[in-house]
T-cell receptor, first 110, second 113 residues
């Protein structure tokens, strides 16, 4: 039973444009959400997070939006750069562990 | 700190053999997690430890899987007997808390033929 879902396995955007990655969750007990980035042959690395008391968190080119009523969050990357090409995992936490989605492979074309 | 260290990086084994994956967490981290990455299910939490004690092993697929953490600096994930469907990348992560600051190892790519 996947509690965190990323329904788009892949996304391709042009350099300089906006990338929007989406994530849905089912467990209303989740109150902390994160995005991780993963390059091939490496472990995932933390990118950005948001608490359920907020609806937006921004860090440079990366912004995460949270819609609690819809149980939906999204990651915006603007402008997108070729170095952003990676697999992005959405994660949610409610207690002392973290559940991940299946990941979205982002390709940013020069 | 060298980060979370996993060994081996790659493992190829025959069906029915025992496989042991190893993890050294970051010193001072009191949470350790084992995840499995597959194309279909992404990153699945298998088990996690807090202060060397297993807290939640509900993600362990079957009795063929077992994990131990004999001390704060070492954990193992064992599969016995292994099956082709166990082929995946297995990640270990450690953290100061269960909610944030996860540091992942580079993973062990397991292939069971």
């Amino acid at each position: 039973d996947q509690q965190v879902k990323q329904n788009s396995p892949s996304l391709s955007v042009q350099e300089g444009r906006i990338s929007i990655l989406n994530c849905d969750y089912t467990n209303s007990m989740f109150d902390y959400f994160l995005w991780y980035k993963k390059y091939p042959a490496e472990g995932p690395t933390f990118l950005i997070s948001i608490s359920s008391i907020k609806d937006k968190n921004e860090d440079g080119r990366f912004t995460v939006f949270l819609n609690k009523s819809a149980k939906h969050l999204s990651l915006h990357i603007v402008p997108s750069q070729p170095g952003d090409s990676a697999v992005y995992f959405c994660a949610a936490s409610g207690h002392n562990d973290m559940r991940f989605g299946a990941g979205t492979r982002l390709t940013v074309k020069p | 700190d060298a980060g979370v260290i996993q060994s081996p990086r790659h493992e190829v084994t025959e069906m029915g053999q025992e496989v042991t994956l190893r993890c050294k967490p970051i010193s001072g981290h009191d949470y350790l997690f084992w995840y499995r990455q597959t194309m279909m299910r992404g990153l699945e939490l298998l088990i996690y430890f807090n202060n060397n004690v297993p807290i939640d092993d509900s993600g362990m697929p079957e009795d063929r899987f077992s994990a131990k953490m004999p001390n704060a600096s070492f954990s193992t994930l064992k599969i016995q007997p292994s099956e082709p469907r166990d082929s995946a990348v297995y990640f270990c992560a450690s953290s100061n808390s269960g909610r944030d600051g996860y540091t992942f190892g580079s993973g062990t790519r397991l292939t069971v033929v």
